[in-house]
């Protein structure tokens, strides 16, 4: 998928975006320095009442929208994106504890009140990420693409906004979270 990514991009011209940065670029720039903090201006988010939990089994048939770590705004430093504990710490801030945790991760679903989609925030052994439900009762596609994929791009930015709190979870035999401003690996 990220090779066809790349193809795709350098077709366009936009090499230079498709290639995530080198190890020694990112570590110019301070690495995952200030991660933790928001990533996005707190005021541009939406609501975080706008995004109600629900009970995990709703999620259950969610199909994957993106990984957090991919996200564009932030490919340059996606060293912190991809933790698990990161992504776990903002939910839990918004949220509390997970509702759900499979083995080898967690699972957080909640409702978009205002497009009414059912949305997973989750991690498991691919990192960090976020569907969407994007069937009916009865197994078919909702058809509605376009308006999932701003509930999806919503929440994201809501977590983004939010400042992880001190939160750990033993997940796969190791400990994930922050504490202290900083990630536990």
């Known amino acids: 998928m990220r090779a066809l990514l790349v ?30 903090d928001p990533v996005l201006d707190p005021s541009g988010a939406p609501a975080a009442a706008r995004f109600v939990l629900v009970d995990v089994a709703r999620g259950r048939e969610a199909a994957r929208a993106r990984s957090w770590a991919g996200t564009a ?9 991809g933790e698990p504990g990161n992504l776990l710490c903002r939910l839990w801030a918004l ?9 080898g991760g967690f699972r957080y679903v909640v409702q978009d009140a205002e497009l ?24 078919h596609r909702l058809g509605d693409e376009d308006r999932i994929t701003r509930s999806v791009d919503d929440f994201v930015h809501l977590v983004d906004a939010t400042r992880p709190v001190d939160c750990a979870l033993e997940v796969g035999g190791r400990t994930i979270g922050v504490r202290s401003g900083e990630l536990l690996r």
């Open 116 to 139: 009414g989609y059912v949305l997973v925030a989750y991690a498991d052994a691919a990192g960090p990420a976020f569907g969407a439900v994007i069937t009916n009762d009865e197994g």
């Open 7 to 36: 193809l795709l991009l350098v077709a366009c011209g936009n090499e230079d975006d498709a290639r995530p940065p080198r190890r020694a670029e990112a570590e110019t720039r301070g690495g995952d320095e200030g991660m933790l």
């Open 73 to 81: 705004r932030l490919r340059e430093a996606v060293g912190a994106r």
């Open 95 to 103: 949220y509390g504890p997970p509702p759900g945790t499979p083995e």
